[in-house]
């Protein structure tokens, strides 16, 4: 037998699970990539939430996930393929940091240490605001000046 709570839990999780699937079936590579940086936040958030709750079991849970949106998402879709210099240059540094956050978000759950949830939540957030400042999709006006139009002119008087 179930209860009512039980059920609408269970019928809210399977309705968001429905419209976050949607959501990547329809979203462009750099959309997913945001998604997945989002995900990361929320499970460190979460994990910081059961860890001030002192909920071992659901904050190694929230924690191992953010490790495993790091290493299987985030990292594994660095493009290691590049032959520019600057490119493989820029794969290595990701992939170093990506590593980074993962030994913190481990340490963070051995140690119990907010503070090494706050680091690679930061460290997540300043990758994140720049991967989200080159967004394709994301219409850069250009000034009129470079456009080689000059702004109209309006008179308050005449």
């Known amino acids: 037998m179930y209860t009512r709570t039980a059920a609408a839990s269970t019928g809210a999780s399977s309705y968001a699970q429905i419209g976050l699937q949607s959501s990547a079936m329809s979203a462009s590579p750099h959309q997913l990539i945001t998604m997945l940086f989002d995900g990361a936040k929320t499970a460190i958030a979460m994990a910081r939430h059961h860890m001030a709750n002192n ?10 996930k953010a490790i495993n949106i790091v290493d299987n998402g985030l990292k594994a879709s660095l493009d290691t393929d590049t032959s520019d210099k600057a490119g493989a240059e820029l794969v290595g540094n990701l992939s170093a940091l990506y590593n980074y956050i993962a030994q913190r978000l481990l ?4 140690r119990n240490d907010p503070a090494l949830l706050d680091e690679a939540d930061r460290l997540l957030d300043n990758i994140s605001s720049a991967w ?20 109209p002119r309006f008179s308050a008087g005449a």
């Open 132 to 151: 989200r400042e080159i967004d394709p999709q994301k219409a850069q006006p250009m000034p009129l000046a470079l456009a080689g139009q000059t702004p």
């Open 107 to 110: 340490y963070a759950n051995l």
């Open 55 to 64: 909920e071992i079991a659901a904050k190694g849970k929230a924690i191992s």
